[in-house]
């Protein structure tokens, strides 16, 4: 869901993936670990997540720092994540790390 | 699906958003719409986007320049689609301007 996410500026891992056909029960144990795991890093900010029926998904991990992210990248059980993605979960992938410098929002009053 | 883009740095639009259950048809129209009219102005890089069956969806639209991002936001028939969000399509969202620094892709043998 959304990120409350705190005061600019702060780094966005912004990961882009396709999905192999294989080991959705897996891939969805995997996927919620990661989410637990990283929220438990120094510099955690929150995670967004969304991924199409077709299996092409965005993640986007905010970190407070650059140092952050990376850290985040090297965590045992992660790198263990990734080497699987790459055996198993995924068809391609796309990492790209930016500096978030803006950001406004908006809320229906209603909501 | 994934984006080709080209050497760092360039900017990232972060647009996290969240649905109601309004007007699935004319969303769509207006999603497909703006994809083809993004790609028409100046600094277009690319765009990725996903959405979850919950209504939860992640777009990012990537441009050579701040400046070309502000200007997309500000193209004419995009401020009538955003006022459209607002009034019908959108129960929250959130807009993070990023530059995006560093990247790197993996891709599996086979695809």
New interface residues.
């Given amino acids: 869901?959304?990120?409350d996410?705190a005061s600019t500026p702060y780094v966005?891992a912004?990961f882009?993936s396709?999905r192999?056909d294989d080991d959705e029960v897996g891939y969805g144990r995997m996927a919620a670990r990661m989410d637990e795991l990283a929220a438990q890093q120094p510099g955690y900010v929150g995670i967004?997540?969304?991924?199409?029926?077709d299996g092409?998904?965005?993640t986007?991990s905010y970190w407070a720092s650059e140092a952050d992210a990376l850290q985040w990248k090297q965590v045992a059980e992660h790198l263990g994540a990734q080497q699987t993605g790459?055996d198993r979960w995924?068809?391609?992938?796309?990492?790209?790390?930016?500096?978030?410098?803006?950001?406004?929002?908006?809320?229906?009053d209603d909501?």
Avoid: C, K, N
Wanted: proline letters at 2%; glycine letters at 2%; charged letters at 25%.
């Fill in positions: 869901m959304f990120s996410t966005a912004i882009s396709m192999t967004e997540s969304a991924r199409d029926p092409f998904g965005l986007v790459r995924y068809r391609r992938y796309i990492v790209r790390i930016a500096s978030v410098h803006r950001q406004y929002e908006w809320q229906r909501s």
